[in-house]
């Protein structure tokens, strides 16, 4: 590669991740997402994979604080968590690697029409009474589909957002649970393949943009009102669906 294409290449990288870190800081997820797709137009798959591993654990922890609300939230879901845990590691010992293209487009496809449902004004309720029970269940569910897919939104962000958490307390949920999901993940599928270290530089070096884009998107999320913060977290919700429907299904 010229001197000029590498620099066109990280300029390009770089864009992508400030993108990608507004977006999450903003509703809280679609790093991955968002990232994975856009570097895939001019790169090989693996390529935006080995970029991905840093920014994507790190803002992940990022997005678990403040710290003096942490324990709080982290009680709620706690249940959750150790379902996830569970979820995750049974479904990498017992399904592998991520598979399966029809998984992830049902997957998109419930995203979508959750989203829809929520936008008509519509929105699901999980009393602390009933979250004793309902969360670990949705937490072996979410690291089963997890373990199958790599997604870690479905049913975990429904259910998050049923508890009735402050927009703040959301996000910094979803930080907690897909900073689980990560960890984990990767423990369960250590022995099957591994990462690619030999370009972890470059992810390292994709966590700066990433994080000044979290912290805008954060700036941008404070100034929104509770009712367009929702409508955003929807659309992104619907739109993370759709292309994770599409790209699978032209897989």
């Not at 903003?26 to 856009?38: A, E």
């Not at 935006?48 to 922890?61: R, Y």
């Not at 402050?166 to 369960?188: C, E, H, N």
Request: hydrophobic share 55%; with cysteine; aromatic share 8%.
């Amino acid at each position: 590669m010229q001197p000029t294409d590498t620099m066109i290449f990280w300029a390009a990288a770089t864009a992508v991740y400030l993108l990608a870190g507004v977006i999450k800081g903003v509703v809280g997820l679609g790093l991955p997402t968002v990232s994975m797709g856009l570097l895939a137009l001019w790169m090989s798959p693996a390529q935006a994979a080995a970029l991905l591993i840093v920014p994507s654990l790190v803002t992940n922890i990022w997005q678990t604080g403040p710290r003096a609300t942490f324990m709080p939230v982290l009680k709620r879901i706690g249940g959750m968590q150790v379902g996830v845990v569970a979820g995750t590691l049974g479904g990498a010992l017992w399904l592998g690697v991520p598979a399966g293209a029809w998984a992830t487009v049902a997957l998109g496809v419930a995203l979508i029409v959750y989203a829809v449902w929520g936008l008509t004004g519509r929105q699901l309720h999980v009393t602390d009474a009933q979250a004793r029970w309902v969360g670990p269940l949705v937490g072996i569910v979410t690291g089963l589909v997890t373990a199958v897919t790599g997604v870690f939104a479905v049913p975990a962000v429904p259910y998050l957002q049923a508890l009735g958490f402050q927009r703040d307390s959301l996000i910094q949920a979803m930080g907690i649970s897909f900073t689980t999901s990560t960890v984990i993940l990767a423990i369960g599928l250590a022995g099957n393949g591994g990462y690619p270290m030999s370009v972890i530089g470059g992810s390292v070096a994709m966590l700066a943009p990433a994080i000044g884009g979290m912290v805008l998107g954060t700036w941008l999320r404070k100034r929104l009102s509770v009712a367009v913060f929702r409508r955003c977290f929807l659309i992104g919700l619907a739109l993370l669906g759709l292309y994770m429907a599409v790209r699978a299904a032209g897989a």
